[in-house]
C-alpha cells in the first residue's frame, strides 16, 4: 500500500480510497485503487476493481491519492507496467475512473506524487511529480478545465538537482525530496495570455477576434466550431515570443440560421496546448424559412438543411415526377430559430429527379434534388 485517503461524507459517513503499486504474478494484478465505504445503517462496502471506461483498470499502480475539495472529485497518480505516468480522475458520484491527457508529461518515469493546487488564475487544478519535475495543467476559462488541455512544467520550487519528488503539498505549493521540503508561492505564468475573445455575426458570417497580451512559444490558434463536437476550421499563426499585444481575427462563412459555437486551441511549438472559453453566435434567419439541400446531384444521400423562425408543425416529403410519395422524411413539430438536418438515402431508388416537399403551418416550398447512379 502506498497511500490512503480519507474522505468524509455526511455524518459519520466516510469513504477511504487506497493506493497501491502495480504488482503482476502471472495470474492477479493489483487494481491501482480500492474503496471502503462506510454508511450508517448500512454498514461497510468494499470495492476490490478500479473500474474505467472500457473495463477493470489493470495496468495501473497508485502512488498518491488527493481529493479536489471544490468538486469533491478524487485524484490519482503513479505508473502503468511499462513505467509510464498516469493520472486518473474520480468525478463525485460516479464509479467509473477517467484517465486523464498525458500530453506535455514525459514518457517516463512514472508519477510519484499529487496534489490539488491553484494555478495563476486561481482555479483548483492537479499538480503531479514525475522523476524531478513538478507539472501543473491550467484552467484557462469555459471549455477547458483540468481535465483537458496540456500539462506544463512548473519550474519555480528550487532543490538540489537530482532528487526524485517524493511528496506535494498545497498551503502553497510545497515539495519534498531526499534531502528535504521545499515550497513556493506562485506558478509559472501561462505561456499565452488571451486578453480578449469575441464574435460577432454579420449575416450568415461569424467574425471572430482575439488579442493576447504577451506571447511565448506561440506557433498559433486552430479555430474551432462546435458541430456534433469541435472540429477544426483553420490555423492562424502566432507571433512567436512577444512582450507586447497582438491582435488576430478570422471570418467564418456561410453559416445556417441558429446558434453557433466557437473555441481557439492555441499551439507552442513544442505540441502543447490550451484551450481559450468558448464564444457564441446566433445567425438570424432573414426570410419566413431557411431550406438547402447538398449535395446535389447526389449518390447515394443528400442532406437537407431547414430552418423556421418560430415552431411549428411541418412535413417534409419526398416525391418523384409522376407525384408519388417516396419517402417521408420528418412530421411533427420543428423548433423555431435553429437549422435542423433530415437525409434522403436514394439508395434502391432509380437515377432521376425528385421533388422535397415541406409543408408548414405558414408556408409550404420545395426544392428539386438529382440522384446520378
Known sequence: MTDLLLVPGTGSDATVYAAGEYVSDGATSSYGVKVVDYAAGAGVTFTNDMNG????????????????????????????????????????????????????????????????????GGN????????????????????????TGSWLADPAPTYPAGMEINVLFWDELLVGTGAGLYGHTESTPLPVELASFEAAADGRDAALTWTTASETNNAGFEVQRFDDGWHALAFVEGYGSTAGPHTYSYRVTGLDPGTHRFRLKQVDFDG????????????????????AAYPNPFNPETTLRLAVPETQRVRVAVYDLLGRRVA??????????????????????????????????????????????
Open 53 to 120: 471506461a472500457s473495463g477493470v483498470i489493470t495496468n495501473f499502480g497508485g502512488a498518491d491519492l488527493a481529493v479536489n475539495d471544490a468538486d469533491g472529485s478524487v485524484w490519482t497518480c503513479g505508473q502503468n507496467s511499462a513505467g509510464e505516468p498516469r493520472v486518473y480522475r474520480l468525478a463525485p458520484g460516479s464509479a467509473t475512473w477517467e484517465l486523464m491527457p498525458t500530453v506535455g508529461l514525459p514518457a517516463a518515469p512514472g508519477c510519484t506524487a499529487l496534489t490539488i493546487g491553484m494555478d495563476s
Open 124 to 147: 483548483d487544478v492537479p499538480y503531479v511529480a514525475v522523476g524531478e519535475q513538478v507539472y501543473f495543467n491550467p484552467v484557462e476559462g469555459s471549455g477547458d478545465d483540468e481535465t
Open 272 to 291: 502543447r496546448f490550451r484551450l481559450s472559453p468558448e464564444v457564441e453566435v446566433r445567425v438570424a434567419l432573414p426570410d419566413a424559412f431557411f431550406l
Open 328 to 373: 417521408l422524411l420528418y412530421a411533427g413539430r420543428l423548433p423555431g430559430g435553429e437549422t435542423q438536418t433530415f437525409r434522403f438515402d436514394g439508395e434502391g431508388f432509380p437515377s432521376g429527379l425528385y421533388v422535397i416537399r415541406v409543408d408548414g403551418e405558414h408556408f409550404h416550398t420545395a426544392r428539386t434534388v438529382t440522384l446520378v447512379k
